[in-house]
């Protein structure tokens, strides 16, 4: 997040993206993988592993609100924890969203649903998988 406060949300696009791909990779073994989720992707390549589905699906509905160990398979556990949208958030993920922000997120995500969220609101989860 270091990116955002010297570039500004513009260069905090970038390092979302970018770095959050790297932060995901380097903390990824054979043995423990991690990244995050949502209901409504900005990134694609964040879509829901099978597992994960109906999960989000109850916390997108509110029926599920703490975090959670799930089984996976025989061989995989795994770890879920629900994300919500603080203040800072809104100016990539909220209502109204700068102009030069939203152009460049239509440029880098052509299929964005990440946006029109409110303080509070359920923005997707962090997710890790363990194998045992
Ligand atoms: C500077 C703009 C910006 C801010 C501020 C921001 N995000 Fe994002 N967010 C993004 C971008 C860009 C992506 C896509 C990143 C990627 O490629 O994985 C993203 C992706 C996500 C994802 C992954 C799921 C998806 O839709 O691809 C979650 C969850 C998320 N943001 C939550 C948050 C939360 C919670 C906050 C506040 C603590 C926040 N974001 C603040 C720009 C932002």
Not at 3 to 31: M, R, T, V, Y
């Amino acid at each position: 997040m270091s990116a955002i406060k010297s570039g500004g949300p513009i260069k905090g696009i970038d390092a979302c993206n970018d770095q959050a791909a790297k932060i995901a990779l380097a903390n990824s073994s054979k043995q423990i993988i991690l990244g995050r989720s949502s209901h409504k992707l900005r990134n694609p390549e964040n879509a829901p592993e099978k597992w994960l589905v109906e999960p989000i699906k109850l916390f997108a509905s509110g029926k599920q609100s703490q975090p959670q160990l799930l089984k996976i398979d025989d061989e995989h556990q795994g770890f879920i924890e629900p994300i919500k949208i603080q203040a800072p958030c809104l100016t990539c993920h909220g209502t109204e969203i700068a102009k030069p922000i939203s152009e460049k997120l239509t440029q880098v995500y052509p299929e964005d649903q990440a946006t029109g969220f409110q303080l509070n609101d359920f923005r997707g989860i962090f997710w890790v998988k363990i194998k045992k």
